[in-house]
């Protein structure tokens, strides 16, 4: 998708993929990473996310990458905490407290500016990607993560009857973007309150990645 998308939707505040809470998804099945006190969460695409806080309020470190600056503004903003920005490479690099975040294209964070993570958490970066972009997305978050274990939330639901972003990903395509790497497990799955967008039937699931 073109990076105007992106810019344009948090400009105008179309953000209905900001959630107003931490992703219950995330606090039910955080503990299968089975990390240690002050591991260095990876969240890519994170936007303004609270599952950020959370993170943090566990006693975690977090690095994330995002496009828009306006949304880590607001970010930080929500934290109460005064970002030092500096250049990283292509990168506008946020960094406070136990937080650093890189801003600008994903593709353009290599693995000794992202540094070391223990897990990667995606609640939102493979199914806003269309499918001509998630392959090189997973290979490319594989490589500057030294394929860390990985959380994943993903949606599955009739793509002929709506466009994502967010873009249906079933079982077969997670196999394929991350089985080569990692021991793929379902955590969980059930139906979408109300339906994708309050009128498509979708079921989203869990997964745990372990290489």
Known sequence: MEEDFWHNRWQNNQIGFHEAKPNPRLLDYFHELDLKHKSRIFV?????TLDIQWLLSQGHQVVGV???DLAITQLFASLSLEP???QSGELKHYHAKNIDIFVGNFFDLKPSILGHVDAIYDRAALVALPEDMRQKYAKNLIEI???APHLLLTY???QSLTNGPP???DQDMVQTYYSD??????LGSEPVPNGLRGQFPSTQSVWILKP
Not at 44 to 48: A, H, R, S, Y
Not at 181 to 186: A, P
């Open 44 to 48: 890519p695409l994170c936007g303004k």
């Open 156 to 158: 599955s639901y009739d």
């Open 181 to 186: 790497h990692y021991t793929i497990n379902l």
């Open 145 to 147: 993560t030294n394929k």
């Open 167 to 169: 873009f249906s990903v």
């Open 66 to 68: 995002e496009l828009s």
């Open 84 to 86: 030092e920005i500096t």
